[in-house]
Nanobody
Framework: EVQLVESGGGLVQAGGSLRLSCAAS????????IAWFRQAPGKEREAVSC????????QYAESARNRFTISSDNAKNTVYLFLNNLTPEDTAVYYC????????????????????WGQGTRVTVSS
């Protein structure tokens, strides 16, 4: 059974940091791109960052570049997303996904095409 379990969300003040974790099981980690998406209230789910389970290559959405860092521990089948210099605009539920394609290929409502998701972890940034 495919499982993606996120953790690490919470309430943080603007300018603060969080580390999100995504523990994966039930599939071959090396064969997938592991991605972080987020969904703010009333908005479409959007890609944040993703990493190749095979070679560690990464991609970032423009909103995440220079503030967020994605990394993986293949021995633990776990992907991390370090969120730095958070702003209230980063408030959202952050979801982990596993997919054959890079997360930045998805826009608008096409995220519905991804079929492996975690339950999400909520990040709230206060001003």
């Amino acid at each position: 059974e495919v499982q993606l379990v996120e953790s690490g969300g919470g309430l943080v003040q603007a300018g603060g940091s969080l580390r999100l974790s995504c523990a994966a099981s039930g599939f071959n980690f090396d064969d997938f791109i592991i991605a972080w998406f987020r969904q703010a209230p009333g908005k479409e789910r959007e890609a944040v960052s993703c990493i190749s389970g095979r070679d560690g290559n990464t991609q970032y959405a423009e909103s995440a570049r220079n503030r967020f860092t994605i990394s993986s521990d293949n021995a633990k089948n776990t992907v991390y997303l370090f969120l730095n210099n958070l702003t209230p605009e980063d408030t959202a539920v952050y979801y982990c996904a596993a997919d054959p394609f890079w997360c930045t290929a998805y826009s608008g409502s096409t995220w519905h095409l991804i079929d492996k998701w975690g339950q999400g972890t909520r990040v709230t940034v206060s001003s």
